[in-house]
């Protein structure tokens, strides 16, 4: 089937501070995978996607990398800022797949980020 | 251009009561997905309508139903409220099923 792993939060950084949220995922067909944030009170945002293996997604200081081979997509940003506390989804779409609606979104838990100045 | 909008923001209903949802689409989506997502959990997919009809449902039961109107705004009706309901409701849009989501900023239901 269709999952989504992400590390367990919360997560604490001082801003400025190196950050990784590791993302591993299970799919039946060739799947596409995202991040989204989500403010508190708010919506989902996309905040990056990759559509095939080693695409790399890049957006506002974040990048992630399809790894096929490890089934992952993990969530880096060199120097993290207060503005960037959220709480971060890793996501899959399996794209054509007999097995499920094209379209779907398989969602992780979600990983917490706290920022302190 | 308007994004995806969803009403209302806030609901509490009681323990087998019925509640409906709606959502607007933002302009030349003809896709509307909806999520359910729990405290401290991830969104997990309901159903999604195209084109005025149901494409996919998720692990949920019949009680939880849609529509999508000729504009391709979307309703989400909810009958017999259990308290387990309690949850945000997300609504997302795309200009087809294999093309990007854009999502509301949900309803908070509480079922008391």
């Known amino acids: 089937g269709n999952s989504v792993t992400q590390m367990e939060g919360p997560v604490t950084l001082s801003e400025e501070a190196f950050l990784t949220i590791n993302c591993t995922y299970t799919a039946t067909g060739y799947p596409s995978l995202f991040w989204y944030v989500q403010y508190p009170g708010e919506g989902l945002q996309l905040l990056l996607k990759a559509t095939k293996a080693d695409d790399k997604g890049s957006n506002k200081g974040f990048e992630a990398t399809y790894r096929k081979e490890t089934t992952s997509f993990h969530l880096e940003k060199g120097s993290v800022q207060v503005s960037d506390s959220a709480v971060y989804f890793c996501a899959l779409s399996p794209g054509l797949d007999r097995g499920s609606t094209l379209g779907r979104l398989y969602f992780g838990r979600g990983t917490q980020l706290t920022v302190w100045p | 251009e308007t994004g995806v909008t969803q009403s209302p923001t806030h609901l509490i209903k009681t323990r087998g009561q019925q509640v409906t949802l709606r959502c607007s689409s933002q302009?030349?989506?003809?896709?509307v997905s909806w999520y359910q997502q729990a405290l401290g959990q991830g969104p997990q997919f309901i159903f999604q309508y195209y084109r005025e009809e149901e494409n996919g449902r998720g692990n949920f039961p019949p009680r939880f139903s849609g529509l999508q109107f000729p504009n391709y705004s979307s309703e989400l009706n909810v009958n017999a409220l259990e308290l387990d309901d309690s949850a945000l409701y997300l609504c997302?849009?795309?200009?087809?099923?294999?093309?990007?989501?854009?999502f509301g900023p949900g309803t908070r239901l509480t079922v008391t």
């Open positions: 997302a849009s795309s200009p087809g099923r294999l093309f990007e989501q854009y």
């Open positions: 302009s030349g989506h003809n896709t």
